[in-house]
């Protein structure tokens, strides 16, 4: 998707997190991955509407500045924060080349970032812009494309997205994923390989690098039943990295 079509879509993009798959692994288990952010200082990278940067606030963040390289999807959550303050910031800055801001923060957290490098020497940049700004110590944790993900597997559209292979890129497949929604929305990205990440991130500076797994919490289950899962935990689309800035 193009920086217009983000601008284009901006609310809208809220849409994506009442989807069965966005709404309880998605959410549920990335929530779980940051834990008690008390009095911690927390960059949100391609924040879009600002879903994970309230989150963080709501977590207990002393400071939370969420940045986005769209216009629209900052005025979005720029005007979600108008209707319910949280205290939170925004700034329209590109993840892929982020300046250095005016602090060094506790934690950065980027959810469909990295999966939009297509090189690994993007990848790369784009990690050591993240390392820039954070503090010795500090901690990222990021969401993303899982690079294990089987297109071949069963449909996945009961959850709300669909995915596409559309092509093979220099990172790994390129792939068209579409949210469900009654007026659906489609997007290219990529699914970089495990050492294209594992490679960008150590060459950047961090260190600890953990895959975490997603899972399915427990109002998941309770709303769909446990059945309903089985696809996704047998082939996640979806995983999450968590490291820390050496």
């Not at 601008?7 to 779980?32: C, H, N, Q, W």
């Not at 506790?106 to 990848?123: E, G, K, S």
């Not at 294209?196 to 109002?219: K, S």
Request: proline share 6%; charged share 25%.
């Amino acid at each position: 998707m193009t920086v217009q079509q983000y601008d284009d879509i901006g609310e809208a993009y809220e849409g994506f997190k009442s989807l069965p798959m966005a709404r309880y692994p998605e959410s549920g288990s990335f929530v779980r991955m940051l834990g008690d952010l008390s009095g911690r200082s927390v960059l949100d990278l391609a924040c879009g509407t600002g879903f994970y940067t309230r989150q963080a606030k709501r977590l207990g963040a002393a400071d939370v500045l969420g940045v986005d390289v769209s216009d629209g999807m900052v005025a979005a959550a720029r005007a979600i924060e108008e209707r319910n303050p949280l205290g939170v910031r925004y700034q329209v800055a590109d993840g892929a080349d982020l300046p250095v801001f005016d602090r060094r923060f506790d934690v950065a957290t980027a959810v469909y970032l990295l999966n939009y490098a297509d090189d690994a020497a993007t990848m790369e940049w784009m990690c050591r812009g993240v390392h820039r700004n954070l503090r010795p110590g500090g901690e990222f944790f990021v969401l993303t494309q899982a690079p294990d993900f089987r297109f071949d597997g069963p449909s996945t559209d009961k959850y709300g997205f669909r995915y596409e292979p559309v092509g093979e890129g220099e990172v790994g497949p390129r792939v068209r994923i579409t949210a469900l929604l009654d007026s659906p929305i489609e997007f290219v990205t990529n699914y970089p390989r495990r050492e294209v990440y594992e490679g960008a991130l150590r060459q950047a500076g961090f260190t600890g690098i953990t895959w975490v797994p997603l899972e399915v919490p427990q109002e998941g289950a309770a709303a769909f039943g446990a059945d309903f899962w089985a696809d996704f935990l047998a082939n996640p689309p979806l995983v999450m990295l968590r490291c820390t800035a050496g």
